[in-house]
């Protein structure tokens, strides 16, 4: 299971939860710089995403999933607006981090952290991380090419890692 670091950071038992049913998962990859984590799981989850090792261009329609506001899953429209490498901080407000981002034409809420971007026919091209904080339709997510090489990494991984503090809201 491929998430954001944020959404697991400080915890000491995280859970996968699939219906009624949750299911122990294990976090074998924590990148609190790239805000990626990595998690492994016998939670029934049906079949695996292709993680496309491409970036795509601006004006790729797409849509996002995700649980936003505690919810049931949705499934959004988004339009990739512009592919930027950003500089900023990592997850704790620390040190200086540069990743490949997609500005999202999206209605990105909180709860949809952690949830792939897709193009038709379900291949992933990006992992949601953040909205803007003064334009509703203006989301976020790593590109996929960094977040493959991160889902390589953990590949052979079966021992957990820690998942450090909890990140400030």
């Known amino acids: 299971v491929v998430t954001n670091a944020h959404v697991v950071a400080g915890e000491s038992a995280t859970q996968v ?3 009624a049913t949750s299911y122990r998962a294990t976090v074998v990859l924590f990148d609190p710089s790239f805000d990626l984590a990595v998690l492994r799981t016998a939670a029934p989850l049906g079949p695996i995403l292709t993680i496309d090792p491409n970036e795509v261009g601006r004006g790729t329609q797409a849509a996002f999933l995700g ?3 505690d919810g ?3 499934i959004g429209p988004a339009g ?3 592919q930027i490498t950003a500089v900023g901080k ?3 407000n620390q040190g200086a981090v540069t990743r490949g981002v997609y500005a999202l034409d999206a209605n990105v809420r909180p709860g949809n952290s952690g949830g792939p971007v897709v193009i038709a026919g379900g291949e992933v091209v990006g992992v ?3 909205r803007s904080t003064i334009y509703s339709n203006l989301g976020y997510a790593l590109t996929s090419p960094g977040v493959l090489a991160r889902v390589h990494l953990a590949e052979s991984r079966q021992a957990p890692v820690s998942t ?3 990140a400030a809201a």
Do not use: N, W
């Open 80 to 82: 990739i607006s512009d």
């Open 17 to 19: 939860v699939v219906g």
């Open 90 to 92: 990592d997850i704790y």
């Open 67 to 69: 649980y936003p506001e």
């Open 164 to 166: 450090q503090k909890c």
């Open 72 to 74: 049931s899953l949705t």
């Open 128 to 130: 949601v991380f953040s």
